[in-house]
């Protein structure tokens, strides 16, 4: 199993739209959890970390779900510039290593 | 603020070709600093990791190697390169939180 699960899409949303990202995780001792955004042949940016209250920045709000192991993201009123590969990134038990998932994709449309 | 740099921002190396990939970080001290390589539709997967001068740990055993010469510089190298090895390489940074901020990359194509 991998480490950190995400489906692929893609997601093809209108403006204005609501959208949400699920993603997994396996190791029950993970510590730290975060989205990151990454452009086409980009580097990573971080978007937003998780925390286990759940936290919202602006239109984007993350929950995390520990008995489940699972995170989301959902962005309201979708923009064009959303348009990129959403990340999601688990903190391992080592404390040092990020394990990402492949992304998910997502192409906002006029 | 905090600032990472890369260079080369791309490279087109032959196979059996050395490689020497530097990242430095400004505006802050005693980083952890990190390799990543993200090959064409996969994922980013951590190569090597440092959390101070001289201290280099391995997360996949490869041809390539990592070097930690002084605080905030980080420098990935191979002495032979392998198509394999074609990728997009990650530079990133964290210091008292575990979130890391990534530089902007090297986009290494093996021929």
């Known amino acids: 199993r991998k480490e950190v699960e995400q489906d692929p899409g893609p997601f093809n949303v209108p403006e204005g739209a609501t959208v949400a990202f699920n993603c997994t995780y396996s190791n029950s001792a993970s510590q730290s959890f975060f989205w990151y955004r990454q452009d086409c042949r980009k580097e990573p940016k971080l978007l937003m970390s998780?925390?286990?209250s759940g936290n919202e920045d602006g239109r984007f709000t993350a929950q995390l779900n520990r008995a489940s192991q699972y995170i989301s993201l959902l962005i309201r009123d979708s923009k064009l510039s959303d348009s990129a590969t959403y990340l999601c990134v688990v903190m391992g038990g080592s404390g040092y290593a990020l394990n990402f998932g492949k992304g998910t994709s997502l192409l906002v449309t006029p | 603020s905090q600032t990472i740099h890369q260079w080369p921002a791309t490279l087109v190396q032959p196979v059996g070709s050395p490689l020497s990939l530097e990242c430095t970080v400004e505006?802050?001290?005693?980083?952890?600093l990190y390799w990543y390589r993200q090959a064409a539709g996969r994922g980013l997967q951590l190569l090597f990791y440092s959390v101070g001068i001289g201290q280099i740990s391995s997360e996949v055993p490869q041809n390539l190697s990592a070097s930690r010469p002084q605080d905030r510089q980080f420098i990935l190298s191979s002495k032979k390169l392998l198509l394999s090895d074609s990728g997009f390489y990650l530079c990133?940074?964290?210091?008292?939180?575990?979130?890391?901020?990534f530089g902007p990359g090297t986009r290494l194509t093996v021929t």
């Open positions: 998780v925390y286990s």
């Open positions: 505006g802050t001290s005693n980083p952890n």
């Open positions: 990133a940074w964290t210091r008292t939180s575990y979130e890391q901020y």
